[in-house]
């Protein structure tokens, strides 16, 4: 069984411009989430879906963040613009509602 | 609100040696445990978790941990490293209620010396 696919896997860019992140599921998972982790610390919530309803978006920047999932299925996470200390690791994971499984990440450098 | 303190941030040891990583929470609800290990550039990996029933808890890799509900706490040990568990390691709690929004610590990095 395919685990948690994300791209882009690595991502640099320089302040400012916009930049978009891909998540698809495990087959059949129905809650997705967005994670964020800075260097140093453990991953923290962006966003959570069930289906394709974001059911806690509570510290996601809306000003900036965006994300959507269409058909309730891949997602993908945007940021506009991106600052400096958008840096950072995103994670996405699928539950089976007992447990997540993680997908490897997408490290965003912004220059 | 729920919360997550791992206590120590970083975790020297030979090889071979036991090994225990500590975790504590605090939640108003009762919650889901888990400890991921992480390896770098990788995604996080679940190694065990604790739902319900029996507070001793196998994991994968020859870990184990034990939840204590009255010292609300969830240490994660094993008896003995190899250099391969050189990796980061995070607990984190789940409610029970929902599809598991969780909490992550801010991870132990375990260093195993030959």
């Known amino acids: 069984e395919a685990g948690v696919v994300q791209s882009p896997r690595y991502k640099i860019i320089e302040k400012k411009q916009p930049v978009a992140f891909w998540c698809n599921p495990i087959s059949g998972h129905n809650t997705l989430y967005w994670y964020r982790q800075n260097l140093g610390q453990g991953p923290e919530l962006l966003i959570r879906y069930e289906n394709e309803e974001a059911v806690d978006d509570s510290q996601l920047p809306k000003d900036r963040f965006s994300a959507e999932r269409l058909k309730g299925v891949d997602s993908t996470l945007k940021i506009q613009p991106a600052e400096l200390g958008d840096s950072a690791v995103y994670l996405c994971a699928s539950s089976d509602r007992t447990e997540q499984f993680f997908g490897p990440g997408t490290r965003l450098t912004v220059l | 609100a729920q919360s997550v303190t791992q206590l120590d941030s970083q975790v020297p040891v030979f090889e071979e040696a036991p090994v225990e990583l500590r975790c504590n929470y605090s939640?108003?609800?009762?919650?889901?445990l888990f400890w991921y290990v992480q390896y770098p550039n990788q995604g996080l990996q679940l190694l065990l978790k604790y739902l319900s029933g029996s507070t001793l808890v196998k994991g994968i890799n020859g870990f184990e941990a034990e939840f204590n509900k009255s010292q609300t706490s969830f240490h994660l040990r094993k008896p003995s490293v190899h250099i391969s568990d050189t990796a980061e390691y995070f607990c984190?709690?789940?409610?029970?209620?929902?599809?598991?929004?969780?909490?992550f610590g801010d991870g132990t990095t375990l260093t195993v010396k030959p």
């Open positions: 984190a709690v789940s409610r029970l209620s929902g599809a598991g929004k969780s909490t």
């Open positions: 939640s108003s609800v009762s919650v889901y």
